[in-house]
């Protein structure tokens, strides 16, 4: 267990339907993480935040997906509309920050299968 | 163009004998270079953390080499359990930026009795 939480563990959902996913970091750490990670493939990097403010988004994140993180504390990942290639593992990750290169923790992911 | 790039794909092994995996990368500037493992539905969780100037990184079984010249990584596995069955994922960081890791693809791992 690195500290980091991740709910739920596990999602099955209909073609078109709205998911959303929530993330606990380490209760300290400045920055959160999303990556998606699909079977046999490293995870790919979606979005960060720096306390509450959402610094970095992929060309992976389309419009149909959001991500918030108020307050600094916990984040969520919503994904509209949800599409059969959404069907991935995604990953919560945190780290102090302030240092390049600050070792990131991972959570246990959200398997989310779209049907 | 920054790549990570592992081998073999996959491997198994019996209980007991001793495995190398390889990762090779070019990504630059380079600042550290991470093995991780991760279970089956599982996030992926850090076995060794090697910067520029350090050749191997032990904890307990898993020994990590690096050499920064050719660019290239090995984890090495003594004594394999089947614990050890797993997917194990090379991550080199850059210097620049808070979204600086790149992933390899994986090697699958299983050990088997």
């Known amino acids: 267990d690195t500290g980091v939480s991740q709910d739920p563990r596990h999602k099955i959902t209909k073609r078109g339907q709205n998911v959303t996913f929530r993330c606990d970091p380490i209760s300290e750490h400045n920055r959160l993480y999303w990556y998606r990670q699909t079977l046999g493939q490293g995870p790919e990097f979606l979005t960060y935040f720096q306390n509450e403010a959402q610094l970095e988004k992929s060309r992976l994140l389309s419009d149909r997906f959001s991500a918030e993180r108020p307050k600094g504390s916990f984040s969520t990942l919503e994904i509209q509309r949800t599409e059969q290639g959404d069907s991935a593992m995604y990953l919560c990750?945190?780290?102090?920050?302030?240092?390049?290169?600050?070792?990131?923790?991972f959570g246990p992911g959200t398997r989310l299968t779209v049907t | 163009k920054n790549q990570v790039e592992q081998s073999p794909q996959s491997l198994i092994i019996l209980e007991g004998k001793n495995c190398t995996l390889q990762c090779n990368y070019t990504v630059s500037p380079f600042s550290n270079l991470r093995w991780y493992k991760q279970d089956t539905g599982r996030g992926p969780v850090s076995l060794t953390i090697m910067t520029f100037s350090e050749n191997t990184k032990s904890n307990g079984r898993y020994t990590a080499t690096l050499d920064a010249d050719t660019k290239q990584s090995s984890l090495h596995i003594t004594a394999s359990q089947l614990s050890d069955s797993a997917s194990y994922i090379c991550v080199v960081s850059i210097q620049t930026g808070a979204n600086n890791l790149f992933f390899g693809t994986g090697t699958r791992l299983t050990v088997i009795p």
């Open positions: 990750a945190s780290s102090l920050g302030g240092a390049t290169g600050d070792e990131q923790y």
